[in-house]
T-cell receptor
Framework: DAKTTQPPSMDCAEGRAANLPCNHSTISGNEYVYWYRQIHSQGPQYIIHGLKNNETNEMASLIITEDRKSSTLILPHATLRDTAVYYCIVSLGDKLVFGAGTILRVKS | DAGITQSPRYKITETGRQVTLMCHQTWSHSYMFWYRQDLGHGLRLIYYSAAADITDKGEVPDGYVVSRSKTENFPLTLESATRSQTSVYFC????????????FGPGTRLTVT
């Protein structure tokens, strides 16, 4: 059963912020939210993860709602190289279950 | 080179043949994983290993065998390949815990004819 819901695709203009939503309404208190991405034909790449607080690293920011039922991955200045499938995953820490993800197309 | 590598990158084999896919990582990560990726199914976990000589089944283990005699290597063997095992196979590793930042290899594209 899917634990997360993501839109199948999104477009973003180059240089603009890309905001990718994820719903995880059944998340349990000790489950983390992970984001990975997969650029065409490559292995998935870890982006960021969080439990309750918002997180930021050199790649992206993760905003988790107070009730933890949804989150948003923000790529602050999207480039063409950010075109990829983005996966939102919730996990207790036992394994990663990849869904279909969101295809993000960054357009010039 | 540092990182995680997979070999071969491409393989064509016949039904019934035994095939071994290799995975090697240079970080001394404790955890290693094998996934397969198919259209319509996304990435699915086949087997994983928490340390040398410790392995466990994932979501789709049937038809596959793994071993881990050394920390850095985690080979995946298809004992008798079937057409349904045509897929792209990804190996991954992580250091501190099961799912904390997994690093993925470039993948092996396997075709079973």
């Amino acid at each position: 059963d899917a634990k997360t819901t993501q839109p199948p695709s999104m477009d973003c203009a180059e240089g603009r912020a890309a905001n990718l939503p994820c719903n995880h309404s059944t998340i349990s208190g000790n489950e983390y939210v992970y984001w990975y991405r997969q650029i065409h034909s490559q292995g998935p790449q870890y982006i960021i993860h969080g439990l309750k607080n918002n997180e930021t690293n050199e790649m992206a920011s993760l905003i988790i709602t107070e009730d933890r039922k949804s989150s948003t991955l923000i790529l602050p200045h999207a480039t063409l190289r950010d075109t990829a499938v983005y996966y939102c995953i919730v996990s207790l820490g036992d394994k990663l279950v990849f869904g279909a993800g969101t295809i993000l197309r960054v357009k010039s | 080179d540092a990182g995680i590598t997979q070999s071969p990158r491409y393989k064509i084999t016949e039904t019934g043949r035994q095939v071994t896919l290799m995975c090697h990582q240079t970080w001394s990560h404790s955890y290693m994983f094998w996934y397969r990726q198919d259209l319509g199914h996304g990435l699915r976990l086949i087997y994983y290993s928490a340390a040398a000589d410790i392995t466990d089944k994932g979501e789709v283990p049937d038809g596959y065998v793994v071993s881990r005699s050394k920390t850095e290597n985690f080979p995946l063997t298809l004992e008798s390949a079937t057409r349904s095992q045509t897929s792209v196979y990804f190996c991954a590793s992580s250091g501190d815990s099961f799912t904390y930042e997994q690093y993925f290899g470039p993948g092996t594209r396997l075709t079973v004819t």
